[in-house]
């Protein structure tokens, strides 16, 4: 869904920092500061239920703190770590293909015209745009006839048509600003394909590419109706189990569950903003 | 190896993977509606789907709520995005909006569904916030935003999740624009608005339609923020052709894979639009 989000994170992300850096007026102040509340009030709840049995209404805190719900979650009887397990290994290895399927396409687009190019960028847009749920129950009948519905290899292949497409807009817009000039350079000196691969261009494109990796991670770790689907219901990855908790009015686990949830993303946050970081100093030493 | 074979086999896997996923999973989709299943071997052709779906005593209702719910974010969502980006331009909040904005986005949808539950409902956070303050004595008597008709929190949900993605992308348009055009217009007497209305906005026009664009798809399309806030009457379109394809009854099926055809088309209908829109954005054309 981020798929212009997750294609400008790195040129976005310094704005939205420079530009943050300025004072302002009241009014734009007071704009923002309603727009954070808008972005942060749906978390209190959630923080303040994972670590309480009893905040009924009309409690605006909790009667007692209770830390109950933790320990639950990291039992083995919740099947809560069992779903984290599932999660994490379901997202590497859809991020894992997707990178393998999506980075030399990404080049490909990047930096090579073809006959047939507009049909293969209208291919990998339309999985963004087209809901994935007509996909999903088409592919439905034939993963059963195989054995891959209800089953996680069934969910991790299903997750790779919503990665896909970002991992190969990501690393289009990381090789567009590639200089093949290099590779061509290591090759006159004397440098076999692999040596170029090995010290020219994974050096110069990972931090790009780790960037792209940790989207398509991210795509595939909040999958929910193609998780259902494909899954039968019987691969319960965190959102999925999130929700059985709601539904079973558990709303102290509940709350936990949704902390683990979102932990992913910040941990990505801080990674992406660490590599970026790092690959901007060393741009600046070498340049 | 000569380059049209290396450029083959560059994208090769890709266009095989979501060939035979994508356009494969539609297709099965499309001609099982029609009683082809290849798979198994079945090859009855029939229009009882279609008829059965279109006789879903709910289903036009179904559709007219989603397509309010997905309006009705999309625009709340763009205008609050462009304007959340606009201040960030040119004002700013600090790093602490930055961080806000970049978390939101990695937020899993289902997420932000329950905590609007647990913020909106009638015994919700803010239900105990207008107790305290004296406004209402029971949970009934806080109006029903959860569940509701109208699918109040629905939209509310949706459009926290996708301020902050119209935000970033409206941050890099206006940054690829830079700031020379509206100086330009402001120096030959326009006002700040003016020079927002016809200059800024038809330079990032395209780029903020696109984001717009792929908001209203993907809220058209998404099962789990419905099915946690939406009413259970009339159901949003996924959260009807979910429960479908899941009934008891298997000739359920294929009339559930119609009704999310219907979403699938408007799909197709909004790619072709960002297509269109996309064209001649500096920033995202790929090719050098």
Known sequence: ?287 | MPASIRLALMLLPAVVVLGGLFLGGLVLAIIRTVGIVPFAGRFDPTLEPWTRALQEPDLLLSILVTLWVAAASTLIATALGVGAALLLHRAGGGRLVTLLVQFNLTVPHVVTAVGMAWLLGQSGVLARLAHGAGAIDRPGDFPALVNDPWFVADIVAYVAKEVPFVAVVALAMLAAVGSAPAITARCLGATPLQAFRHVTWPLIRPGILAAATVVFAFVLGTYEVPAVLGPSHPKALPVLAYQMFTSNDIADRPAAIVVSLLMAAVGVVCLVAVRRLMRGISGLEVVR
């Open chain 1, 1 to 287: 869904m981020t798929a212009f989000g997750a294609a400008l994170p790195r040129r976005a992300g310094a704005l939205v920092r420079r530009a943050a850096a300025r004072p302002q007026g009241f009014a734009a102040r007071s704009a923002l500061a309603l727009l954070l509340v808008l972005l942060v009030a749906p978390f209190l709840p959630v923080v303040v239920w994972s670590v309480t049995r009893a905040w009924f209404y009309p409690a605006i805190v909790p009667q007692t703190l209770d830390l109950s719900a933790w320990t639950s979650v990291f039992s083995a009887t919740s099947g809560v770590p069992a779903a984290l397990g599932r999660s994490v290994l379901i997202a590497l290895s859809a991020t894992g293909l997707a990178m393998l399927f999506g980075v030399p396409a990404g080049r490909a687009l990047a930096l090579h015209r073809f006959p047939g190019r507009r049909l293969v960028e209208v291919l990998v847009l339309a999985p963004l745009v087209v809901p994935p749920l007509a996909v999903a129950m088409g592919l439905h009948a034939v993963f059963l006839k195989i054995g891959l519905a209800g089953t996680v290899p069934g969910v991790v292949l299903a997750h790779i048509i919503p990665t896909l497409p970002y991992v190969i807009l990501v690393s289009a817009s990381v090789f567009s600003a590639f200089d093949t000039g290099l590779e061509d350079q290591a090759r006159s000196l004397g440098a076999t394909p692999s040596q170029v691969l090995r010290h020219v261009t994974v050096p110069l494109l990972a931090p790009g590419l780790a960037v792209a990796a940790l989207f398509a991670f991210l795509v595939s770790w909040s999958q929910y109706g193609l998780t259902l689907l494909v899954g039968s219901g019987r691969v319960p990855t965190m959102p999925l189990i999130l929700m059985q908790f709601v539904t079973a009015g558990r709303q102290d686990v509940a709350g936990a569950i949704a902390v683990l949830t979102v932990l992913p993303g910040v941990l990505a946050l801080v990674l992406s903003a660490r590599i970026l970081a790092a690959a901007a100093a060393r741009e600046r030493t070498t340049s």
